[in-house]
């Protein structure tokens, strides 16, 4: 997917990955089971200042290019989010997208945002 200029060049790594909480556990289910509804490439989770969850899976058309977590972010502020406490993303990469990176950063500049690998497991979290 190309990033706009808007979106940080760079591609967060996650640091080593820490135990979740069961709030958190909960994104990486929500993450997992909106990935594979679809089959698609990631799927993403977050929570916002209310603790309401959403969730979402990448979107590929010809017209229209979202990552998972993009996704997921814009769910939560069409629902009225004004912050979120933390993200989830579930993908084969070892690095987080910019673009998703960007979006949480919009809302909350230090939400955790975890990396988890399709089978749950998490590969790191990202609080920069």
């Keep these: 997917m190309p ?3 808007a979106v ?3 591609r967060p790594t996650p640091s080593d990955p820490g ?3 069961a709030e958190d556990g909960k994104l990486v289910v929500l993450a997992r089971g909106a ?3 679809v089959g698609a490439v990631e799927g ?3 929570r916002d200042q209310d603790g309401r969850t959403y969730a979402a899976a990448s979107v590929a058309l ?3 290019a979202l990552t998972a977590l993009q996704l997921a972010v814009a769910s939560a502020v069409a629902a009225g989010a004004s ?4 993200a989830v993303v579930v993908t084969e990469a070892s690095t987080l997208d910019g673009a998703g990176h960007a979006a949480v950063r919009d809302l909350s500049a230090d939400a955790p945002i975890h990396v988890a690998a399709p089978d749950g497991t998490v590969l790191g979290t990202v609080v920069e």
């Design 19 to 21: 135990e979740l909480s």
């Design 83 to 86: 912050r979120l406490e933390a």
């Design 3 to 5: 990033e706009s200029p």
């Design 62 to 64: 010809p017209s229209l």
């Design 35 to 37: 990935r594979g509804r």
């Design 8 to 10: 940080p060049a760079a």
């Design 44 to 46: 993403a989770a977050v």
